[in-house]
């Protein structure tokens, strides 16, 4: 386990990031566990997991400094020590969900039969395949059977001949849903990781492709025959392709259906409690998308409900995904709205959480974070904050930052930089600017006429900025209702910045304009 990564922006160990992401009880618990024998708590594994406890960062060179292991025995001690932590937190009953339960009873059950207690196995094996049943946990209840099969091979009983019969239904029926689940668990995947892979669609052609895609390897079914389980795989495959396709409005559809479908079986939310988030997450989404912000709100002050819920799951990867969907959308809600006021609160909120070993953010969305925080500072007329946060991502050298966020920081910086009169970075920017967009694959017509402004910028007299403004919004404009090309105003919103120096406002006037009078239509 020496093995390092990443948390914010600091390079650690695994095992150091473990251990600092155990809560006090779980600490204590860990102590408990180790002192269970004597001896253990002399250990040379409890040593390195007091010192590793007691340190704020990690330094191998410190950990060899204190005497506890020399450097050929390192790796083999964290490794130990590691696995020591997760046996005691899969102890601990906050960790025991539905799942784990399951599997432990199976476990039990498994060592019963190989002490050739057959009859005490399957009594077991019977009541822990009911629970697996109830809640749709199919590929463990195929086990389970598989189990009770190789059993009643062993164990002979009066009712043998029955047993075979039922049990080899259960399996076939099992065997069934199960391929139908990875069928459309698979196809889901594939669609979520053809969006990271290669973006949203941009032309007919791209369109047509992932549409032959979709209908080919979508299985036979009908959504109201389905179980829970594959109903919610059906509805992500048709939510992904969705946005693949920018059909927000079935984005909408799909995301919905989503949150429905927990809705009406309350009792999944607790045991599949990322997926109902992240169901909510995308509801949120593409509502941003459609400019829905009544409807935005409601759900997202469900959202932050959820947040001080006592009842809800609060693992610490729900924590996460809370602290990520709850502050995304709030920045999302003000650019839907046009609120540019002061934001100091929520700022500090993200910016502590960013920095926080409390959560476990990845670099993709602290970048997304940063270009959003730019965007509001830009909203703001707050320059050098702006210039600050995208500098953040465009030096950014240990994570491969999606291509079209890295394109579009790069023209708000310039844009920035030209607002705030920088002038002697100017050029060099410009420079730096072109060629990076040059080198950018399938430009969209948007991106193409903003490299022609960007190459002229340098060479315009102010007297003639205005005329260039108005000429570039022209063409812009015409591109802000293509299928292809209008999420590029999400990104950055040019035409409101063009309107801006057109009319000689500033741009949250122009923003917050445009958003009251989508509301009254």
């Not at 094996?125 to 189990?147: C, F, P, R, T």
């Not at 669609?201 to 979508?218: A, C, I, N, T, W």
């Not at 819920?309 to 602290?323: M, P, S, Y």
């Amino acid at each position: 386990m020496s093995k390092s990564i990443t948390i914010g922006n600091r390079e650690t160990d695994a095992l150091f990031v473990l251990i600092k992401s155990l809560s006090k009880s779980e600490k204590r618990q860990f102590k408990l566990y180790v002192g269970r024998l004597d001896g253990n708590l002399d250990a040379k594994f409890f040593h390195l997991f007091e010192l590793f406890d007691k340190m704020k960062v990690y330094k191998e060179a410190d950990v060899l400094k204190s005497g506890i292991v020399t450097k050929t025995q390192l790796s083999n001690l964290k490794a130990h020590l590691y696995k020591q932590i997760l046996t005691s937190l899969r102890l601990n009953p906050a960790h025991k969900n539905i799942r784990i339960q399951i599997r432990e009873q199976l476990d039990f059950a498994t060592i019963l039969y190989h002490k050739g207690l057959y009859k005490q196995s399957l009594r077991l094996l019977d009541k822990v395949k009911s629970l697996a049943l109830e809640n749709e946990e199919k590929n463990i209840a195929y086990e389970i059977v598989e189990l009770e099969k190789i059993i009643e091979t062993q164990y002979i009983t009066r009712s043998i001949a029955t047993r075979a019969e039922t049990l080899s239904k259960q399996a076939r029926l099992l065997s069934k849903a199960n391929v139908l689940t990875s069928k459309l668990s698979n196809l889901s995947l594939e669609l979520y990781s053809m969006m990271l892979r290669t973006g949203y669609v941009r032309s007919d052609e791209e369109k047509q492709k992932v549409q032959l895609y979709f209908e080919s390897q979508l299985p036979k079914c009908t959504y109201e025959n389905l179980d829970f389980r594959e109903k919610l795989w059906l509805t992500k495959a048709n939510l992904w392709y969705s946005f693949l396709t920018q059909d927000f409005v079935f984005c909408y559809k799909y995301a919905e259906r989503w949150v429905t479908l927990f809705d009406d079986n309350p009792v999944m939310i607790s045991r599949n409690p990322v997926f109902y988030l992240k169901g909510l997450h995308y509801l949120l989404e593409s509502l941003f998308f459609l400019k829905k912000d009544k409807r935005f709100s409601e759900i997202l002050a469900r959202l932050e409900h959820l947040n001080e819920d006592a009842n809800f799951v609060k693992a610490d990867n729900i924590k996460t995904l809370l602290f990520l969907y709850i502050n995304n959308n709030k920045l999302n809600y003000r650019f839907m709205i046009g609120d540019f006021s002061d934001a100091k609160p929520l700022l500090s909120n993200i910016i502590n959480g960013i920095n926080s070993t409390q959560f476990r953010i990845d670099q993709h969305h602290i970048m997304v974070f940063y270009y959003k925080i730019a965007s509001l500072a830009f909203g703001q007329g707050n320059y050098k904050i702006a210039i600050e946060y995208l500098n953040k991502i465009i030096t950014n050298k240990t994570v491969k930052t999606r291509e079209d966020l890295m394109c579009f920081s790069r023209l708000l910086n310039l844009i920035a930089h030209y607002e705030s009169g920088k002038d002697y970075y100017l050029e060099s920017l410009l420079r730096s600017t072109y060629k990076f967009l040059i080198k950018m694959d399938d430009l969209h017509e948007v991106q193409k006429a903003m490299i022609g402004f960007v190459r002229k910028l340098g060479t315009i007299f102010p007297n003639e900025l205005k005329s260039e403004f108005i000429k570039l919004h022209a063409t812009l404009k015409q591109y802000e209702d293509d299928p292809y090309e209008r999420r590029a105003f999400l990104y950055l919103d040019v035409l409101s910045w063009l309107e801006s120096k057109i009319e000689n406002k500033p741009v949250a006037e122009i923003i917050s304009a445009k958003a009251k009078k989508l509301a009254r239509n």
